[in-house]
């Protein structure tokens, strides 16, 4: 239940991002604003603003915010559940503006997502702290090469096999390379030097890496202002290189691990257990995640809405409003299936 609750506030957070970035940018270009939603089906609570009403609805996996002229079941002044929309004053609907604001509307959101992460990525970087493994020896696996060497917990390494150990990557790429063979390992253990002679074993997982059984202690470690802020940016730029390689793969027929509500809220439990560091590298990552989503070109998404408003760039014409809500729909329509599909999935992985 713990973790349900976070995965909801989790995606409930991300999309109020992803619908303040739409929902600024029209209060910006002068757009009346109908309604600015959190959820969709049955509205559990609302009240109204000045011109806009919120509302917080039933099902939390979404948000839109409705602007004057994209009234979605019918004409300007169709009643909602408290009255009808007021009409707007000329000028301040959607279509009124110019390609180049509504274009500026439709990108706002998932820009917004790509702000948030790099935020979230520059907090955790700069105030929260990034966990860093030290040479400092946490837990010794009982049976494997390290406890049958003498190595204990609290032991902080020195140097293998004449290797001087500065930080955990150079316990685990001297001890890789040396399956089955000997090694001497000296450590600090109670203000002396103590040396250790033992076996390495062979990695459960790779037969060929060398593994003795042993595990770090984890330090917070925090960044200064100006490498926060690089460290950010380049985190924010890499996540988008790792989701247009999966995107490509994808495009070129390869699989791809695709996480679902169900998946997620795994991965949620299990960052929970590594720390708050965890949970808001997460968020930054589901972020900027689901930032690239909306602007893939699948209609229904907003990426689909800017092609829209390129193709009527070129015409000089808006498309006909009946096509575009046919193809809106069965991109909505495999937006469901391509739901419920990786919905099958995390089932099957975590349950199968």
Do not use: H, Q, S
């Given at each position: 239940m713990t973790t349900a609750l976070?995965?909801?506030v989790i995606l409930g957070f991300i999309i109020l991002v992803h619908e303040l970035g739409h929902f600024i940018a029209a209060r910006r270009a002068d757009i009346l604003c109908h309604e600015f939603s959190m959820g969709f089906g049955p509205a559990l609570y609302s009240w109204r603003g000045e011109e806009t009403k919120f509302s917080i609805r039933?099902?939390?996996?979404?948000?839109?915010?409705?602007m004057a002229g994209e009234i979605r079941s019918g004409p300007e002044g169709e009643p909602d559940e408290d009255g009808p929309y007021p009409p707007a004053e000329p000028g301040r609907n959607f279509n009124d503006k110019s390609i180049a604001a509504r274009m500026g509307v439709i990108a706002a959101g998932p820009v917004t997502n790509f702000i948030a992460a790099f935020v979230v990525f520059f907090v955790v970087l700069a105030a929260v702290g990034v966990p860093v493994p030290t040479v400092e020896i946490a837990a010794v696996a009982p049976d494997l090469a390290a406890d049958q060497g003498g190595v204990q917990p609290g032991d902080r390494m020195l140097n293998i096999d004449g290797v001087e150990i500065n930080?955990?990557?150079?316990?685990?790429?001297?001890?890789?390379?040396r399956p089955d063979r000997e090694i001497q390992m000296t450590v600090e253990r109670d203000g002396r030097e103590v040396r250790l002679d033992l076996v390495v074993g062979r990695s459960p997982q790779e037969e060929?890496?060398?593994?003795i059984g042993i595990e770090p202690a984890v330090r917070d470690e925090r960044l200064a202002l100006i490498p926060a802020l690089t460290g950010a940016a380049s985190?924010?730029?890499?996540?988008?290189?790792?989701?247009v390689d999966v995107?490509?793969?994808?495009f070129q027929g390869e699989t791809a691990n695709l996480l679902g509500v169900v998946g997620l809220g795994a991965e949620v439990g299990h960052a929970a257990t590594l720390g708050l560091s965890s949970v808001l590298w997460m968020v930054a990552t589901i972020s900027a995640s689901i930032g690239f989503f909306q602007l893939l070109p699948i209609p229904a998404l907003d990426g689909s809405r800017?092609?829209?408003l390129a193709i009527e760039a070129i015409?000089?014409?808006?498309?006909?409003?009946?096509?575009?809500?046919?193809?809106?729909?069965?991109?909505?329509?495999?937006?469901?299936?391509?739901?419920?599909?990786?919905t099958f999935q995390d089932i099957t992985r975590l349950f199968g």
């Open positions: 976070m995965t909801i039933l099902i939390p996996l979404g948000g839109y915010v409705l930080r955990w990557e150079d316990v685990v790429m001297t001890v890789r390379d060929d890496v060398g593994y985190w924010t730029a890499l996540m988008l290189v790792m989701l995107f490509l793969r994808l800017l092609i829209f015409r000089g014409r808006p498309m006909d409003p009946e096509k575009e809500g046919i193809i809106n729909f069965l991109g909505f329509a495999f937006l469901i299936l391509l739901v419920l599909y990786v």
